[in-house]
């Protein structure tokens, strides 16, 4: 997705440093459930979503991840946190209830 993530940084000793993203990025707090019950009202608004689940804090490398991920049905992925991008609206009403991280 080019319209969320820029292009590398280098500064002016050559050092490269990841890109940003280039939306604004708000972190909520949420109880066990909160991320599954966000996640769940996000794809059926059809927002675009990435899922962080407890298994990929074990695994090493991308690919591990998809293979953590696919391994599980949607209903029963562990969600540690998600990342939802879309149109304002509709993301703020997929996180409805949630209070920003203090």
């Known amino acids: 997705m080019p ?3 820029g292009l590398p940084y280098r500064d002016g000793s050559g050092n490269e ?11 909520y707090a949420a109880d066990r459930d909160g991320p599954a019950r966000a996640c769940e ?6 927002l ?8 990929l804090f074990k695994t090493s490398d991308d690919e591990d ?3 953590a991920v696919a391994a599980v ?9 998600i990342c939802v ?14 209070p920003l991280h203090p």
Do not use: C, F, H, Q
């Not at 440093?17 to 990025?25: A, E, F, G, N, T």
């Not at 675009?48 to 298994?55: C, G, L």
């Open 48 to 55: 675009a979503v990435a899922v962080y689940t407890e298994e």
């Open 85 to 98: 991008s879309g149109p304002r609206n509709a993301v703020d009403k997929a996180l409805k209830g949630l």
């Open 3 to 5: 319209e969320v993530v």
């Open 17 to 27: 440093y990841l890109p940003m993203i280039r939306r604004p990025v708000l972190v």
């Open 73 to 81: 049905p949607a209903d029963e992925l562990r969600l540690a946190g």
């Open 65 to 67: 991840n998809r293979a």
């Open 41 to 46: 009202r996000a794809r059926a608004r059809g």
